[in-house]
């Protein structure tokens, strides 16, 4: 990043763009306390150079809100996950923005509010990647064990089943796409 910093300049979008990058990884291999910072310097550099209501803005805050999540801070991942809804950008971001909104709210023990964002999650995937998106069958899955979570064991079996036997069936059984949702 340094070497980054020195051609383009601490300011460039592309920075903020290789900082929000480098701290989604971070935050993957578990180093938050790393992550954190890179992201919330990205995100204010971005918000300086573009403007708040830039897509690429709208980028970061849905990779923020994950770090968010990760850390358990679901009420701030649900503020970034919000915010970033509220600008125009790519649909699988705004898809992406509504699966983990829901998943975030299901984490605060607000099931209605889950369901209803996950259904929305379930419906954009299926709109931007058809009916074998694997996403929205991941979503799905998600759907299914918040259901579970309510208290609709039924629902919960029904959409976990039909969901783990579509991934099964796109992406193998052996495959994290499977695995990860559950």
């Not at 980054?4 to 993957?28: N, T």
């Not at 923020?64 to 801070?73: C, K, V």
Request: proline content about 4%.
């Amino acid at each position: 990043l340094p070497l980054l910093a020195r051609a383009l300049g601490e300011q460039h979008p592309e920075l903020s763009i290789a900082r929000r990058d480098l701290a989604g990884l971070l935050d993957r291999v578990g180093r938050p306390q790393e992550a954190e910072p890179l992201m919330v310097s990205a995100l204010a550099a971005q918000r300086k150079v573009l403007g708040d209501r830039h897509w690429q803005v709208g980028e970061t805050l849905f990779s923020y809100g994950i770090l968010l999540t990760t850390a358990g801070r679901h009420g701030e991942a649900e503020a970034a996950f919000r915010e970033a809804l509220t600008i125009d950008g790519p649909a699988m971001v705004h898809a992406h923005c509504r699966r983990y909104l829901g998943n975030s709210l299901a984490e605060q023990g607000r099931f209605d509010e889950a369901i209803d964002s996950l259904q929305a999650a379930v419906m954009d995937y299926r709109r931007i990647g058809g009916p074998d998106s694997v996403e929205g069958w991941r979503a799905a899955a998600n759907l299914g064990y918040t259901h579970l979570r309510r208290g609709d064991p039924e629902l919960a079996e029904r959409e976990l089943r039909a969901a783990v036997a579509r991934l099964d069936e796109l992406a193998g059984s052996e495959s994290y796409q499977v695995r990860l949702p559950l």
